[in-house]
């Protein structure tokens, strides 16, 4: 059992670590709902409109996420005496995300903007489907090393952020997602209580992507929002 655990060890120091199910990063595509960020906060503080989450809220905001499952489907077929399983196809499972939302409703106003986009509510063509290509988009999903060595430093206003190790373990790609539902947001009289929306998404198939996060990453964060470096 010694040697067993010494193994282990090892070849946990090897691989860096166990992976950890709370480091993930989804990146969702940014062109619906409003601006967000700090003007998008400001106009909806004042009644004015914007709102919208940016694609760095989106994912500071997602609680839980999924990677995606396929399953082979087969048929059995009988040669001579035996049986065997042949394959005809694959399927697919929805997917699921859970956000927090803030005051603004900033995640709730884009995900409403993104089924406008698949079924309009107003205007001409009002509760009309549209074509598959206006409304679906690639979503990734990406499973994360815990870094090495963290670096966080504030200067002013300015929080600069650096993680050495860290990066894509795994990532895949959503192929033509779309949103199909959303959560009801249940209201109550806890004190502590946290609103959160979860967003299912149905896609045409999924595939290990290219888009992954580097060994090495950087990031600026202001109060208007935050950009990546690396």
Same mark, same amino acid.
């Given at each position: 059992m010694a040697n067993? *655990?010494? @193994?282990?060890?090892?070849? $946990? !120091?090897?691989?860096?670590?166990?992976?950890?199910?709370n480091r993930f990063l989804v990146t969702l595509p940014t062109n619906f709902g409003g601006g967000g960020g700090f003007l998008g906060g400001v106009l909806g503080l004042l009644n004015l409109g914007g709102g919208g989450a940016s694609?760095?809220?989106?994912?500071?905001?997602?609680?839980? $996420? =999924?990677?995606?499952?396929?399953?082979?489907l087969t048929n059995d077929r009988r040669i001579?005496?035996?049986?065997?399983?042949?394959?005809?196809?694959?399927? &697919?499972?929805? *997917?699921?995300?859970? %956000? #927090?939302?803030? !005051? @603004?409703?900033? +995640?709730?106003?884009?995900?409403?903007?993104?089924? !406008?986009?698949? &079924?309009?509510?107003?205007?001409?063509? $009002?509760?009309?489907?549209k074509y598959k290509e206006e409304y679906a988009r690639d979503v990734t999903i990406h499973q994360l090393r815990q870094p090495l060595k963290g670096f966080s430093k504030q200067v002013g206003p300015i929080r600069f952020n650096a993680g050495l190790g860290g990066g894509? +373990? #795994?990532?895949?790609?959503?192929? @033509?997602?779309?949103p199909i539902a959303t959560s009801a947001i249940e209201l109550n009289n806890e004190l502590d209580g946290l609103v959160q929306l979860t967003v299912t %998404?149905?896609?045409?198939?999924w595939k290990r992507s290219k888009n992954v996060q580097g060994f090495i990453n950087m990031? &600026?964060? =202001?109060?208007?929002?935050g950009i990546d470096i690396l």
């Open positions: 067993s *655990v010494d @193994d282990l060890k090892a070849l $946990a !120091n090897s691989k860096l670590g166990f992976a950890r199910a694609g760095r809220e989106l994912n500071l905001l997602c609680t839980n $996420a =999924t990677l995606p499952a396929k399953q082979i001579g005496m035996e049986f065997q399983k042949v394959a005809y196809g694959y399927a &697919i499972d929805d *997917v699921s995300m859970t %956000f #927090y939302l803030m !005051n @603004d409703y900033g +995640v709730k106003e884009y995900f409403d903007a993104w089924r !406008n986009t698949v &079924i309009p509510e107003e205007g001409g063509s $009002a509760f009309t489907s894509s +373990v #795994y990532s895949c790609d959503l192929i @033509d997602a779309f %998404f149905a896609y045409t198939n990031d &600026i964060s =202001t109060p208007l929002g």
